[in-house]
């Protein structure tokens, strides 16, 4: 089973950046995710990929400030995220699945992730106005 460790949250003020890791080990999986939280709010998906062929999906809110990429040679996924807002504000998670969790995520949306079988710790991150 993929272990999933994140890395690169903090604290930033609006229009900041930062750069999230996801360290996967033994390797990336079919399709990779991340998902946020805010305190009290349930879990949103952010982006996800297709780890095979790096065809990128994004929820509206985001696109066009943050992008998903891999590094199989790392075995790292990484969220660039640019532009930041306080509403995007949360605990960010990197989950693992199958290429059919990506398929419907595609078709569907994200959901809650419940397609998705294996979950980092989350990294934080908060964003000031």
């Known amino acids: 089973q993929v272990r999933l460790v994140e890395s690169g949250g903090g604290s930033v003020n609006a229009g900041g950046s930062l750069r999230l890791s996801c360290v996967a080990s033994p390797v990336i999986d079919s399709c990779m995710g991340w998902f946020r939280q805010a305190p009290g709010q349930q879990r949103d998906g952010v982006a996800a990929i297709y780890a095979g062929g790096g065809r990128t999906l994004y929820v509206a809110s985001v696109k066009g400030r943050f992008t998903i990429s891999q590094d199989n040679g790392k075995n790292t996924v990484y969220l660039e995220m640019n532009n930041l807002k306080p509403e995007d504000t949360g605990r960010y998670y990197c989950?693992?699945?199958?290429?059919?969790?990506?398929?419907?995520?595609?078709?569907?949306?994200?959901?809650?992730?419940?397609?998705?079988?294996?979950w980092g710790q989350g990294t934080l991150v908060t964003v000031s106005s």
């Open positions: 989950a693992a699945g199958t290429l059919q969790t990506c398929n419907i995520w595609s078709s569907s949306g994200p959901d809650s992730g419940t397609r998705f079988s294996t």
